[in-house]
C-alpha cells in the first residue's frame, strides 16, 4: 500500500517528508520539481506539493467579449494564465505519482484556501472525492508528526465548498464588472482602456471615496482654548482651562481680562492609579495594525513575511483570526527554547508557578493565536528579523503581570478659574518590559507641589484653533475598517487595498482617493449604486460563512448572485453610454495628471508632459512647437513624484526597475546629481558580480562601501589592504 501525502507549497513538502521519515530521505526530481519517497512504520509514502493553486475559474463557452456571463469551469491555472506557467511541472509530477498511490492524505494549509487546493488536486488529478486530512498549525518536525499520527478521516467538505464558491462568485462578479466598464467606454468613445472592479474592491474604495469626500468638504471652523502658564517648583507647566474648547470668543477673552494679574494656586490635587492589562495574543489583523505603527510594514508585507516566518518553522499560521491560546501549546517548551535568544524574559516567565496567557474573545476553527514555536531563526535580517521579535515579545507579553501606572491631576484655582493638568507615570512596568522596545508609553510627572502650592509668575494665553478634518486611512486602518464592516477575509483585505493602488484608485501612504478613483466611484453611485453596495457583499461574505455551517450550499449562493447581477447589469447597460463617457472622460483627466511632470524651464509658459513616439515613451513641451526641449526617458516605469530639482529646477522623476530598488532621478541630462546616479548604477552593476572589480595590489575582490560622502570601492581583505577607490569616472 502506497500513501500520496499532497502539500501546499515545496518548503513544506520537504519539511513533512523529513518529519516522517524512518530512514534516509529519498529525494526525486523529475524536471526540475522535487518529490520524496519514504517509509513510516512500515508504510510506503509519497510526499508531493503543489505551488498555491494548480487550479483556476475561467468561462467556459468563451465567445465575443460580452457580460453578464456565468458559464464557468475549472482548469489547470497554467492553461488560463501564462504567467502561471511554471504550475505545470508540478501538476505533471502529481498525475504522474498519483497513479502509483492506494491511499491520499491532504497535507495543505487548513484553511479555506488549502482545502480548495487540495480538494481540486484530489476530484482532478486523483479522481478522488475525499481523503484524510492532516490538520497543523506549525510546520516544526513534532507538531507534522503529531498531525500524521492523529490524521482526521475525511477532508471538509463544507469548507472546500465554501472555498470553490468564493472563487467562482469573486469570478462572476470580477470578469463581469471589469468587462461592463470597459466596454462602456469602448462603446461610447471608442477608446480603450481596460477597467476593473471586484466583489469587494468596489465596496471598499467606496469606503475611500466617502472619506475623501468628507475631507474635501470639511470647513474648518474656530475655536478657542484658554492656558496657565507659570514656574512649580522651579519648572514650567501649562494647565487649560476645564471649560476648553470656546466657540464663542468673547468667552475666552472674559477670562484673560478676569485672570489678569491675580494669582494662581493649587487648589485639588487627585492621584488614581490603575492597571494596564497585558496584550491579547495576535490575530493576523492585529499584528498588520502593530506591525505597520512599530515597522512601518504595509500589511501586504507584513502577511508575506509572517508566512515565511511560518514556512521555515519559526511562528504558527498567520491566517487566523483568533486571540486565543489554547492549553494544549506547550508554553514552557515554547519559553525554553527561546531562551537562547531571549533569555532575561524567559528566565522571568519560567519562574511563574503557572503560565495562564491574557486572550481575547475573537476564536478561529481551525488556528490558535499566532505565537513563536521556539525554533531560532539563524538567517532572519532587516523587517523580517523585527517582525519575528515582535511575535515572539508579543507571546511574553500575554503571561506578563499587569504593568501599574498611576494618573496625577492639579487644578489650578486663578479667580475662581479652574484650570487642570495631568501627568501619568509608570509605577510597575510590568508587561512593559516584556515588550521590549516595542513598549512605547511615554510617561509625563509633574512638578512636586501640595494644595495652596502658589504657580509663580503665572499668565493666562489664548490659543486660537481651528476644527481639523477627518484622519485619512491608511492601509492598516482601511484593513481594520473591511473587518470591521465583514468585507473580504482575512487573508484577502491586504490584497484587496493592493489592488486599489495597483489600479490607480488610490495613492500615498495617507490614503488619498485619485481623480480616476473619485470619478469612477461617482460614475457608479450616480447611474449603478448597486456595484458599490456593501450591504450586498456583506450579506455574500455571511452566505459562504454559513456554508461551513450547513445553513446554505454552494448552488444556492451562486444563484442567488447571478440573480442580483443578472439585475445590477440591466441596470447598468440602460446607462451604458452614460457611463461610458464619463468613465473616458475621467481617464483621460486622469492621463494628463499621471503625465504632466511640471512646469517647462526652458520656455516657462508650458508644462513638461510624457509623450509617446515611435521609439517609445519620451518627454515634451506642452506648448510644441513654439518650445522644442525634448529629453530621454529611461527603459522603466516612469512616475511623477511632483518634486522639481534643487539644483536645475527640473522636475524629478521615479524610475522603477524590475529586482531593483525604486529611484529618483533628475530629467535634466546635464544635471550634477546625474554623476550621482551614474555611480549608483555602477555600484548596482558591482554589487551583483555584472561588473567584476579585483583589487591592483593584493588580488581580492573589491567591494561597493558607504561613508558620509558617498560610495566607494575598497578591498574586501580590509584591514590586510587597506586599497580604496572611487566609483565611475573619477580620480583615484
Known sequence: MTTLIITEKPSVSFKIAEALSDKKLEKKVINKVSYYELEHNNEKIIVVCAVGHLYTVREKDKKAWTYPVFSTEWKPTYEVSKSAAFTKPYLDVIKKVASKADKFVVACDWDIEGEVIGY????????????????YSTTTAEDLLNSYEHVVNHIDKRLAESGLTRHELDWDYGINLSRALTLSIKNATGMFKIMSSGRVQGPALHILYKRELEIQKFKPEPYWETAIQGMLDNKKIEAFHKKNPFTNKKEADSILVSTKRKKAFISKITKR????EPLLPFDLTSLQLEAYRQLGLS?????ELAQMLYVNSYISYPRTSSQKLPSSIDYKKILKKLSKEFSKETAFLLKKSTLKPTEGAKTDPAHPAIYPTGEIPTKLEGKAHLLYELIVRRFFVCFGDPALRETVSYEVNCNNELFSISGTVTKELGWHILYG??????????????ENDELKNSK????????????RYTEASLIKELEKENLGTKATRAEIVSTLYDRDYITEKNIQVTNLGMKTTET???YCPEILDEQLTRKFEEEMEEIREGKFTKDQVLDEAKKELTKIFDHFKKNEKKIGEALSEATKETRTIENTLGPCPKCKEGNLMIKRGKFGFFVACSKYPDCKITLKLPKALIKNTGKLCEKCNYPIILVIRKGRRPQEICLNPECPTRNDEEQNKEAEKINSGEIKKVCPKCGSPMVVRSSFYGKFLACSSYPKCRYIEKIGNQAK
Open 524 to 526: 457608479l453611485k450616480k
Open 460 to 471: 493666562v494665553v489664548l490659543y486660537n484653533k481651528e476644527t481639523q478634518p477627518p484622519k
Open 273 to 276: 492609579e490603575f492597571k494596564q
Open 437 to 450: 522596545k516595542f513598549a512605547k508609553f511615554k510617561d509625563e510627572e509633574l512638578p512636586k507641589a501640595k
Open 299 to 303: 500589511p501586504r508585507v507584513t502577511l
Open 120 to 135: 481540486n488536486i484530489l476530484r482532478f488529478v486523483c479522481k478522488k472525492e475525499d481523503a484524510k486530512r492532516m490538520q
